[in-house]
């Protein structure tokens, strides 16, 4: 994206001198259960709406809008919609809840999951496994499932777009099993913090 970034914390220095501070966590609601920053709000990219997240703050619509993901990639995305929606004000959280809980701010945990990346790695991998012993064993064309994932890969790479990511994060196992759209409680010393996706 190249927009706007931010530390955990600087973010946490910015609340603590009393900046309003509306974060939204936008990895899916199974990654927000197993480790969120607290107070954050979970705001799956694969659901995002900007206009409705804008709609539902709490903060001055001129305060920014902070977003955080697990490595900075769909927090990217997700700014990228909010500004082709024409809400410029989005700041991307640097390094995400690991990065929050690195640097000493608090977090909530929760049942531990495989993150989406993971998932993308042994999907991905698995595929391109099963061509080419399928291509070794039953027929050459199966060689076809290895080169359609490897191009998949390089396109994502390229893009920052993955599909196979966007798929993955609707699996059963990757939503929540109670409303995670809400703002999540606010942990110890985060008392400022608000909304936010994970």
């Given at each position: ?20 501070v ?13 480790l969120?920053?607290a ?8 659901r995002?709406d ?21 490595s ?13 929606a024409g809400?410029?004000n ?70 920052d ?26 942990g110890?010393?985060?008392?400022g913090?608000?909304g936010?996706?994970?």
């Open positions: 994206m190249n927009g706007p970034t931010i530390s955990p914390a600087r973010l946490d220095e910015l609340r603590r001198n009393g900046a309003a509306d974060l939204i966590d936008v990895r899916t609601p199974a990654e927000d259960r197993e969120h920053a107070g954050a709000r979970n705001t799956p990219l694969e995002l900007p206009a409705a997240v804008m709609q539902s703050r709490s903060a001055a619509p001129t305060e920014p809008l902070y977003v955080i993901c697990r900075g990639g769909r927090a990217d995305q997700a700014c990228r919609a909010f500004l082709a809400h410029v989005v700041v991307s959280v640097a390094g995400g809840p690991l990065a929050w809980e690195q640097a000493g701010l608090p977090v909530v945990r929760g049942k531990k999951t495989i993150s989406l990346e993971l998932q993308v790695r042994i999907a991905a991998g698995s595929l391109v496994l099963l061509g080419a012993v399928f291509a070794l064993l039953v027929d050459p064309w199966f060689v076809l499932l290895s080169a359609f994932v490897g191009a998949g890969l390089v396109f994502a790479g390229v893009t777009t993955c599909g196979m990511g966007m798929l993955l994060a609707r699996m059963p196992w990757n939503q929540g099993g109670e409303d995670q759209s809400v703002c999540c409680p606010a110890g010393g985060a008392a913090v608000k936010g996706a994970a």
